[in-house]
Structure formats: structure tokens, C-alpha cells
């Protein structure tokens, strides 16, 4: 079968047909009890803003990785971050290089914004192809179960996505985790 093209989406654009879709997707992919979200809505915590998809013949969504715009505060300087989420594949079509497709189309496309770094929370083994790298100076903003905010510095993987490292001071996230 040949690879299926690659499309961008603004989630603006995205209609009641391709919601449910992309929300089957995602309740396919994403089973642990906190992803039940996914039934209601097509994002965990906040709507990103990009989409990219691949469909097959029946033009369904196969493959997914959202981007939210955000940044990073350093040294009082903020910097602009693509962060990946809800990457997920099909059951029937993983295997195939897809999320990793997706990923590099999403490089152009976050530098062709003039934004430099690619940020996600999520299993290294995946990634580390894909040039992202654990880091451990990236803190974010989370809610223990009492409610009660807290600073959490969950391992974040991060793509530098011109010749400038990664930062050396700690970076702040504002928000939660995607
Ligand atoms: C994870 C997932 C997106 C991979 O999709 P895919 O199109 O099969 O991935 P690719 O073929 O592009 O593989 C990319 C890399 O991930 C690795 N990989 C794929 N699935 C993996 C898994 N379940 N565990 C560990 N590594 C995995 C591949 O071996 C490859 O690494 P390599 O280049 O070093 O060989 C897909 O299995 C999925 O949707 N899983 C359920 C949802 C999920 O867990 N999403 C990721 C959240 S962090």
C-alpha cells in the first residue's frame, strides 16, 4: 500500500464529521481510564491549535499528532515551543514509519513559523529516533489530586530544531502538561 499524504489542518477547520473521528482515533489508541476524555472531546486537557492527519482509502483518520503553540519562560525571556500530543496510529497501520512521518512534517512546518524547539511528554523509545531528547530542567505547571497547584518537572523530551541547543537554565512551562 503506498503511504497515505500527509495533511495539515488548523483545529478551527475541524468539522463534526472528522470530530468524531478523530475522537474514535484517539479512543482506539489512548485506553487508560483518564483518556475516557477522549469520548466527549478530541483533546486531554486544551484544544491545540494544528492538526496533522493521514486517512486511508475510506478517507478515515489513521494517523494523528496535534500541536499546541506554546512557550518556554528562561532567564525572563520567553520562547515560542511546538508542543506534540495525542500522537497516535491505527492499530492496523503502526509499524510503518507513520508517527515518525508526521513528526519530521511537523519539523518543517514549526520552523517554517520560526519556532525552535519541539516539546512532548511521552515514551522515549518512540522519540529518540525522531532526534528528541529527555530533559530534565523543563517544569510545568500541574494540580495534585487534592486540587492544590504545584510545580511538577515531568521528563520532557525536547527537539531542537535549528543548531541551537536545548537551554542549560531551568525553563518554565506555563500551563499543563499536553
Ligand atoms: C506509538 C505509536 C504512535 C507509534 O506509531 P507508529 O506509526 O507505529 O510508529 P513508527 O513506525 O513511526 O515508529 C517510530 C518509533 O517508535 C518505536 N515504537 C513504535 N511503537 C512503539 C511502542 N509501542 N513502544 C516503544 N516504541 C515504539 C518504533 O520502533 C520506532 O522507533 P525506531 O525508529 O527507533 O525503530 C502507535 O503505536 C500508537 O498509536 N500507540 C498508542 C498511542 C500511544 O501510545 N501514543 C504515544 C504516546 S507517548
Not at 136 to 163: C, Q, R, W
Request: with cysteine; aromatic share 12%; glycine share 4%.
Amino acid at each position: 500500500m503506498s503511504i497515505p499524504p500527509i495533511e495539515y489542518l488548523p483545529d478551527a477547520t475541524v468539522d463534526a464529521l472528522l470530530d468524531e473521528d478523530l475522537r474514535k482515533l484517539l479512543c482506539l489508541c489512548f485506553t487508560k481510564p483518564c483518556d475516557a476524555v477522549f469520548k466527549e472531546r478530541r483533546y486531554f486537557h486544551e484544544p491545540p491549535s494544528h492538526r496533522w492527519l493521514m486517512r486511508d482509502e475510506a478517507a478515515m483518520a489513521i494517523a494523528h499528532i496535534a500541536v499546541h503553540e506554546k512557550y518556554v519562560v528562561v532567564d525572563n525571556a520567553k520562547y515560542p515551543i511546538g508542543g506534540i500530543a495525542e500522537v497516535c496510529v491505527h492499530p492496523d497501520h503502526r509499524g510503518n514509519g507513520y508517527a515518525k512521518q508526521i513528526l519530521a512534517a511537523i519539523d518543517v512546518w514549526l520552523l517554517s513559523q520560526r519556532v525552535e524547539y519541539a516539546v512532548l511528554f511521552g515514551n522515549p523509545k518512540i522519540y529518540a529516533s525522531s532526534g528528541y531528547h529527555q530533559v530534565t530542567n523543563l517544569f510545568h505547571d500541574a494540580v495534585d489530586s487534592e486540587g492544590k497547584p504545584y510545580f511538577e518537572s515531568s521528563k520532557a523530551m525536547v527537539k531542537p530544531l535549528t543548531n541551537q541547543n536545548w537551554f542549560t537554565s531551568e525553563a518554565y512551562l506555563p500551563g499543563l502538561a499536553f
